[in-house]
């Protein structure tokens, strides 16, 4: 199994503040790399697919960068709405495996 | 607009069998593009991928969990069903289902969106 590994854990940051998160895949998985926003008791939510392309929807202040194992998401302002977990996914090839999720929480 | 909602009991004994529903609307599994999955969050863990079936019936299912998974569809009810067998309380999680595309020709896949999932306690 490729394993996903995510840092931080979690973080805590303001208003405002950018804030990267990185993800690092066991083995390369090209561009095969999603970003989801989870919310407790809401649906996960697509960010990023393809390491960067913009899912339909969200706003711009989120970018995905990254190829072959390294990985970064990008919260360019951090907006109220934003404070969630936040997971990768590789979907390079089954089993399709998380990161363990980064918690951004309000400083 | 594409939905998902899961159904099933919110509480298992050990030992039995889960059975979970996913009844979706917007979209026909009928297309190769086209896929539904399972996906699971035990409290305070990270997201587990389940299983997946495809709109040619192809299914695929996480190793770990292989022989307890069977994933069908009924495609004229729009519904994709999960049995999970010997429940355990290491299986108490949060199961989502999730509506999965594949782009062409490069095979990017993404599952979006997701429903809100279902709570299942396993309990004696």
């Known amino acids: 199994d490729i394993q996903m590994t995510q840092s931080p854990s979690s973080l805590s940051a303001s208003m405002g503040d950018r804030v990267t998160i990185t993800c690092r895949a066991s083995q390369s998985i090209s561009v095969y790399l999603n970003w989801y926003q989870h919310k407790p008791g809401k649906a996960p939510s697509l960010l990023i697919y393809?390491?960067?392309s913009l899912q339909s929807g969200v706003p711009s202040r989120f970018s995905g960068s990254g190829s072959g194992t390294d990985f970064t998401l990008t919260i360019s302002g951090l907006q109220p709405e934003d404070f969630a977990t936040y997971y990768c996914?590789?979907?390079?090839?089954?089993?399709?495996?998380f990161g363990q999720g980064t918690k951004v929480d309000i400083k | 607009q594409i939905t998902l909602k899961e159904s099933g009991p919110t509480l298992v004994k050990p030992t039995q069998t889960l059975t979970l529903t996913c009844t979706f609307s917007g979209f026909s599994l009928s297309d190769r593009a086209v896929a539904v999955g399972w996906i699971r969050q035990p409290p305070g863990k990270a997201l587990e991928w389940l299983a997946l079936?495809?709109?040619?019936?192809?299914?695929r299912y996480s190793p770990s969990l292989n022989n307890r998974l069977t994933i069908t569809k009924d495609t004229s009810k729009n519904q994709v069903v999960l049995s999970l067998t010997n429940m355990d309380s290491v299986d108490t999680a949060t199961y989502f289902c999730a509506h999965r595309l594949r782009l062409f020709p490069s095979h990017i896949n993404y599952f979006d969106p997701w429903g809100l999932g279902a709570l299942v306690t396993v309990s004696s």
């Open positions: 393809g390491a960067s």
């Open positions: 996914q590789q979907s390079y090839t089954t089993p399709w495996t």
């Open positions: 079936i495809y709109g040619n019936d192809e299914k």
